[in-house]
C-alpha cells in the first residue's frame, strides 16, 4: 500500500540553524500538509499546499517557515532559524481531496533544537 | 475557533470486549466533518472513520462505529470486539466545510488486555 514516508525520523540542531524537514508523499495526491505536535500538547496544523502554492496556514506558520515542492515529487517544510520551542515532532500527510478529510500521514520527524 | 475535547487521556479494554472513547466539540458552522484517526506505536495516523454533520446516520466501519450527536455535539468512537492490534493513540479531528485544516483533540491512549 503507497504510503508517505518522511526524513529524518530524527534530527537535532542548534539554536539558530537552519533545517529542511523532507517527506515523500502519495504519488498520485494533491494536496499536501504540515503538521506538528509538541510533546504533551495537540496536533497542530501548520500549513497545506495545492497546485504549487500554500493554501491555506495557521498563525504558527510566520515567515520562518516555508514549504516547496521542489522537485514534483518531495516535500519540504524549512525553518530558517531554529528556536528552542519548534521542537516537536512534525508530521507530512497528503490526500486526494482536500473536501474529504481522508490524510495520509508520515511517521513524522522528531525535531530536537537545543 | 473551533475546538475539539477528549476527556479521556487513557482508556483499557480488554480483548474481545467494546469500548467508547468520548469526543466533545465547539462550533458555530453547520457545514464541517468529524474525524478518528488512529496512531499506532509505528507513529503513522491513520483515518479509521468519518462522519459528514449533514448525515443524520452514524457512520459505521466494520467494528468500529460512532455515536454523532449532533446537538450536543457529541462524537464518541466504540469499538466491538476488541483486538490486540487496537492499541494505539485515538485522535479526534474536526474539519470545517471549505477548510483544509483539521483541529485535533489531545488523544487518548487505548490499551487492549490480553
Known amino acids: 500500500e503507497p504510503e508517505v514516508t518522511q526524513t529524518p525520523s530524527h534530527q537535532v540542531t542548534q539554536m539558530g540553524q537552519e533545517v529542511i524537514l523532507r517527506c515523500v508523499p502519495i504519488?498520485?495526491?494533491?494536496?499536501f500538509y504540515w503538521y506538528r505536535q509538541i510533546l504533551g500538547q495537540k496536533v497542530e496544523f501548520l500549513v497545506s499546499?495545492?497546485?504549487?502554492?500554500?493554501?491555506?496556514k495557521s498563525e504558527i506558520f510566520d515567515d520562518q517557515f516555508s514549504v516547496e515542492r521542489p522537485d514534483g515529487s518531495n516535500f519540504t517544510l524549512k525553518i530558517r532559524s531554529t528556536k528552542l520551542e519548534d521542537s516537536a515532532m512534525y508530521f507530512c500527510a497528503s490526500s486526494e481531496v482536500a473536501e474529504w478529510g481522508k490524510l495520509f500521514f508520515g511517521s513524522g520527524t522528531q525535531l530536537s533544537v537545543l | 475557533a473551533q475546538t475539539v475535547t477528549q476527556s479521556q487521556p487513557e482508556m483499557s479494554v480488554q480483548e474481545a470486549e467494546t469500548v467508547t472513547l468520548s469526543c466533545t466539540y465547539d462550533t458555530s458552522e453547520s457545514d464541517y466533518y468529524l474525524f478518528w484517526y488512529k496512531q499506532p506505536p509505528s507513529r503513522q495516523m491513520i483515518l479509521v472513520i468519518r462522519?459528514?454533520?449533514?448525515?443524520?446516520q452514524n457512520a459505521t466501519e466494520n467494528r468500529f462505529s460512532v455515536n454523532f450527536q449532533k446537538a450536543a455535539k457529541s462524537f464518541s468512537l466504540k469499538i466491538s470486539d476488541s483486538q490486540l492490534g487496537d492499541a494505539a493513540m485515538y485522535f479526534c479531528?474536526?474539519?470545517?466545510?471549505?477548510?483544509?485544516?483539521?483541529?485535533f483533540g489531545k488523544g487518548t491512549k487505548l490499551t487492549v488486555n490480553p
Open positions: 504519488s498520485n495526491h494533491l494536496y
Open positions: 499546499f495545492y497546485n504549487n502554492e500554500i493554501s491555506e
Open positions: 479531528a474536526y474539519k470545517q466545510g471549505g477548510s483544509e485544516k483539521l483541529v
Open positions: 462522519q459528514e454533520a449533514y448525515k443524520q
